[in-house]
């Protein structure tokens, strides 16, 4: 990694007014060469007001970014890969939840991991083998955490652990075809797999998960049927696609 | 009522309903043009009832099950054009969504740094 590269953190951050102080603190000890990004999706309490006065006091570059109405999680990442391809000049771009359940000093292993490797799609995995300790999320999520591992390791002839981890880090490759097309919602196993079908390189390392400061996931007991059918389907329709990343 | 006249009076209504909507810019006309259809399909089916007596006999169903059939082909094509249609409007307003947000943000960068201020303070 030359020095002279900069990458991108994008935080999605809905209704998050409480954590996002503790997140964009806990940021600030990243080199410089990062830049932030809140993209508030259409939050309904101070995530707006909160993030712009952290953009007044914040070391490294913070950018936010206010979607008028609320668009999902996807959306808000979507429009961090965005920002990124219209700025330019952005190397990696990492999503980093606005919740306060990721750890920020393991993203310099996430770059430093995707950089060794040549990844395009570098994932912070709970289920990896040193990963023990730390969050890992109801057992029931587990569940189905480890079914959508196995479809997609299946599927893909690739060892995943983690599909369901919002902590990622996208290369050029990875991120610029994600600004074009990104799932709306749940988008994280589908984009995994995505990339593994159309050849981009994906990797993972080990992270440790906080529970969450503040607010809710958005993945709740009642949405998890749809949520399952709903990433299955994705996966199963994307094997009918030609494939489609831009050669670029 | 006869099932006939039935068919009649939906028809003409389906029409004028069809045309207050479009007239009221509220249906667009390609829609329209499929709704029109399906006036003219229950106008032409009160008027001359035998129409749907020799289908039948063609298709060799009975009356009602005939009747179900086409109807529920029909209430089925247009739900599913409408969703694939919502899919693409969905699509749309998501990156319109975007667009207006980047462009905010740059708007509020242009006028801090006009303002001589730091380009990302101030508020949306």
Same mark, same amino acid.
């Given at each position: ?83 990124? !391809?219209? !700025? ?28 060794? !490797? ?20 109801? &057992? ?33 490759? !990875? ?36 529970? &969450? ?36 | 009522? %006869?099932?006939? +006249? ?23 006309? +390609?829609?329209? /043009? ?5 006036? %003219? ?5 009160? /008027?001359?009832?035998? /129409? /749907? ?33 919502? %899919? ?14 980047? #462009?905010?943000? +740059? #708007? ?17």
């Amino acid at each position: 990694m030359s020095s002279e590269d900069r990458h991108l953190i994008v935080i999605p951050a809905y209704n998050e007014q409480d954590s996002l102080p503790g997140v964009i603190a806990s940021l600030q000890v990243l080199p410089s060469g990062f830049e932030l990004l809140i993209v508030n999706d259409g939050s309904t309490d101070a995530t707006s007001r909160v993030a712009h006065a952290l953009a007044a006091t914040s070391r490294l570059p913070l950018h936010v970014v206010d979607l008028p109405l609320n668009g999902g999680i996807g959306v808000a990442v979507q429009t961090g890969y965005l920002f990124a !391809a219209q !700025a330019g000049g952005f190397r990696f771009v990492i999503q980093f939840d606005g919740d306060g359940q990721h750890d920020a000093t393991a993203i310099l292993a996430l770059v430093h991991e995707a950089n060794r !490797a040549n990844l395009d799609l570098c994932i912070g995995s709970r289920f990896l083998g040193a990963s023990v300790g730390g969050f890992r999320s109801s &057992r029931l999520r587990r569940v189905g955490i480890g079914f959508l591992s196995r479809l997609i390791s299946l599927l893909g002839h690739t060892r995943v652990t983690d599909p369901t981890s919002g902590f990622r880090c996208a290369g050029p490759r !990875a991120w610029r075809d994600f600004a074009v097309r990104y799932p709306d919602d749940y988008p994280e196993p589908e984009s995994l797999y995505w990339c593994i079908r159309n050849r981009l390189r994906v990797g993972e390392i080990a992270v440790t998960m906080f529970e &969450r400061h503040a607010g809710r996931s958005s993945i709740r007991a009642l949405r998890s049927v749809y949520y399952m059918l709903k990433v299955t389907l994705a996966i199963t329709v994307d094997l009918l696609r030609p494939k489609e990343v831009s050669q670029s | 009522m %006869t099932a006939e +006249r039935l068919m009649f009076l939906g028809g003409v209504s389906v029409f004028l309903l069809t045309l207050y909507w479009v007239r009221s810019r509220r249906l667009r006309e +390609r829609y329209a /043009i499929a709704w029109l259809a399906v006036a %003219t399909l229950l106008l032409l089916c009160g /008027i001359f009832p035998t /129409i /749907i007596m020799r289908l039948a006999q063609w298709a060799h169903l009975s009356y009602s099950a005939a009747v179900l059939f086409v109807a529920l082909t029909a209430v089925y094509w247009f739900a599913f054009l409408v969703t694939v249609s919502l %899919t693409r409007q969905h699509r749309q307003s998501t990156r319109l969504l975007q667009e207006v947000a980047l #462009l905010r943000h +740059r #708007l509020a960068q242009m006028e801090n740094r006009l303002a001589g201020g730091d380009p990302e303070a101030g508020g949306p």
